[in-house]
């Protein structure tokens, strides 16, 4: 069914495993489709209560996949722009409870994925960081309400401007993780997790799931992420901006 993601189901436990491990699972706009789909698929399992979002190879995801950024002026660039917050929607969306199981980098664009998941569980050693301001974008897709749901306003703001890169052990101490694990511990623990999920009744776990999204939906407005894409796009057009994501990548081809 699926081209860039592995999907499987055993007994009530799902698992959707990014795929693209040559490009540390970097998220191209088939990624991105290919994930709505996958969460629209599972929603027709009845029988799935847990799903587990992982990532194959070295890393949980390098972000976004620059070589797949829309052209502004393209008749599909503002769908392709738009495609990483349908994503995320249908993440969030779904029947099941979602658990992230993160090793390795979680950037960008990946961030936003595992903050669509219910519950996050890290390794160690887990990097996590936000490149975008430096590549000359806003943090797009629902990204920016995601985490002030999840870590708050303030450190928010620090780390989507700096850009700074951030551990796992402060991304639990801000509360964006569950818990953090050693990197040998990571399946098994997620596993659990996803046991001990699928073991309760569905309507109250579900029901517990929709009020607590409902309550921060009330006070920040995922919904009205759809206009990300237009700031998005902006961006790719403005001179200063355009300078910017140039500087960036030629600084990070100089360190590979």
């Known amino acids: 069914m699926f081209e860039t993601l592995k999907v499987s189901v055993e007994d009530a436990i799902g698992r959707i495993t990014l795929n693209r491990p040559q490009c540390l699972n970097a998220l191209s706009l088939q990624l991105l489709n290919e994930l709505a789909e996958a969460a629209d698929w599972f929603n027709q399992q009845q029988a799935v209560r847990a799903v587990i979002l992982s990532g194959n190879g070295r890393a949980f995801s ?13 008749a599909s660039a503002r769908a392709a722009a738009d495609a ?68 708050g306003p303030a450190l928010t703001k620090e780390l989507v401007i700096t850009c700074r890169e951030f551990s ?47 309550v921060t939906e009330q006070s920040l407005g995922v919904m009205r992420s759809w206009s990300d894409a237009d700031g998005l796009l902006a961006s790719l057009m403005d001179p200063e901006c355009i300078a910017a994501r140039d500087a960036y990548l030629q600084s990070t081809l100089g360190k590979r």
Do not use: Y
């Open 168 to 214: 796992a052990a402060e991304a639990a101490n801000a509360g964006f993780l569950n818990r953090v694990v050693a990197p040998e511990e990571l399946a098994n623990t997620v596993e659990q997790l996803a046991a001990t999920v699928a073991s309760k009744p569905r309507g109250p776990a579900l029901a517990t799931k929709r009020h607590t999204n409902a």
């Open 84 to 151: 990483g917050r349908i994503m995320a929607d249908a993440i969030e969306a779904m029947n099941a409870i979602t658990i992230a199981g993160v090793h390795g980098w979680c950037v960008g664009g990946g961030l936003v994925v595992a903050a669509a998941c219910d519950l996050r569980i890290a390794t160690d050693n887990a990097r996590f960081s936000i490149p975008e301001v430096d590549l000359g974008i806003p943090l797009a897709w629902g990204g920016i309400p995601r985490l002030v749901r999840e870590i």
């Open 62 to 74: 390098a972000g976004a996949d620059l070589e797949g950024f829309p052209r502004p002026g393209e």
